[in-house]
């Protein structure tokens, strides 16, 4: 692994460097108001939360490096102290950059790219109809990075007085993020879009931790890291199940390959257990991780204690 300093690169580089091992980033697609009454719409990916109570976000609209000019987000907010941000789907992408293009400061970016100006409730400037989802926010707070050495970067802390959330992307009283189809900013011009998902629960008791999982677990040569992990949520080290496993008269497997090719862990256990293999190490952790994919934790922790 390379070691980079930031004294060593350009501020170009060092830019590209930075974002793209942040990633990927939300995307803030910002509204404001000059204190003239000008709307204006530009997209950040420096944005995120940092509290529920009370709800607060951070944008960091930087001083153009190119330019040395201040972004007029930055001017907008600091003279008004509201904003609105809507969330990027990626039905919008191609007409936010469009909204990004460098505009003077009189041109209103909502107009330029197509997008609908939807009323707000508590602030002045408007939010985007077609997001799935907007916040109004008030400014906070605004900080100044690194301007003793020349920087160029603001955080500007905004709290969300009202938010927004279309109906069809609720349900059960929750949003669905299939529904809400969001995009991230990677480095460069990537972009990465939220379809494909997947559930890591965190524990909510302490558990057994990797460093407690049997050697020839731990040291697997089949077992990832993620594996491990998953083996290790649990509260207590399992302890080898007499009746597992239990297969009905009617059951049938016999090659262990292609039970395991057709994603059926417990076919490949049957075979496996018919052959007399049950003492093949590897061939009881490929198992094992064949039933953490599809989230049987237990049948992997029975399947990896046979001897």
């Not at 490949?268 to 989230?295: E, S």
């Amino acid at each position: 692994m390379r070691t980079i300093l930031p004294s060593d690169l350009s501020h170009r580089d060092r830019h590209q460097l930075l974002l793209s091992g942040v990633a990927p980033r939300p995307i803030a697609f910002v509204g404001s108001m000059d204190a003239n009454g000008v709307p204006n719409l530009s997209p950040y990916s420096f944005f995120n939360a940092f509290a529920s109570k009370p709800p607060i976000v951070a944008i960091g609209p930087a001083i153009a490096a190119r330019t040395g000019e201040p972004k007029d987000t930055w001017l907008n907010i600091l003279a008004t102290g509201e904003c609105t941000i809507s969330t990027v789907s990626y039905a919008m992408v191609h007409r936010m950059n469009v909204a990004a293009a460098p505009y003077p400061s009189d041109v209103d970016e909502f107009v330029k790219s197509g997008f609908t100006k939807a009323p707000s409730h508590v602030v002045r400037p408007p939010f985007v109809a077609e997001s799935p989802y907007a916040m109004e926010c008030k400014l906070i707070q605004n900080i100044e990075l690194g301007r003793d050495v020349g920087g160029n970067g603001n955080l500007m802390l905004l709290e969300v007085v009202a938010f927004h959330v279309a109906d069809s992307v609720m349900v059960n009283g929750q949003i669905d993020p299939g529904r809400m189809d969001l995009v991230g900013r990677m480095g460069h011009a990537h972009y990465t879009r939220t379809t494909d998902r997947f559930e890591a629960v965190q524990p909510h008791l302490p558990c057994i931790g990797i460093d407690a999982l049997p050697d020839h677990i731990r040291h697997s040569e089949v077992l990832t890291g993620n594996d491990l992990a998953r083996l290790a949520y649990v509260p207590v080290l399992p302890m080898l199940d007499g009746s597992f496993p239990q297969f009905d008269e009617a059951y049938m497997a016999d090659s262990v390959e292609i039970e395991l090719d057709a994603g059926n862990p417990l076919g490949a256990l049957y075979a496996m257990m018919k052959h007399g293999q049950q003492r093949d190490r590897g061939l009881r952790h490929r198992i094992a991780k064949a039933f953490l994919a599809k989230d049987e934790v237990e049948h992997a922790w029975q399947t990896l204690l046979l001897e």
